[in-house]
Nanobody, 131 residues
């Protein structure tokens, strides 16, 4: 059982930055494709950014390209989502998820729900962008 924990959310003004972290309790994420997702009130969950096990392959939704960066660190134990130039429309609960390593980053980001038992989701961290 993989337990994911997100952290780093908070309140920030438009144009500000936050760095979200995703880690697994007692285990490394290096063997999993990892995705960041978000869900705003009244809206469906959407894939934000995803990264392969090696970190060489990434995927971003169009609205965050050039502003968000996903990366692996700590020998694969942690996956970060660096968010810059934040906008009010980025306000949402942000979740990370893990799936087996043969999941492509595009598929990872497209699958916004839980479809199988071979995937794991965190509880989410709130990001509020407001002046």
């Amino acid at each position: 059982q993989l337990q994911l924990v997100e952290s780093g959310g908070g309140l920030v003004q438009p144009g500000g930055s936050l760095r979200l972290s995703c880690a697994a309790s007692g285990r490394s994420l290096e063997y999993y494709t990892i995705g960041w997702y978000r869900q705003a009130p009244g809206r469906e969950r959407e894939g934000v950014s995803c990264i392969s096990t090696s970190g060489r392959s990434t995927h971003y939704r169009d609205s965050v390209k050039g502003r968000f960066t996903i990366s692996r660190a700590d020998a694969g134990h942690t996956v970060y989502l660096e968010m810059n130039n934040l906008k009010p429309e980025d306000t949402a609960v942000y979740y990370c998820a893990a799936r087996p390593s043969d999941t492509t980053v595009r598929t990872m980001c497209e699958r916004t729900g839980r479809f199988t038992t071979s995937e794991w989701w965190g509880q989410g961290t709130q990001v509020n962008v407001s002046s």
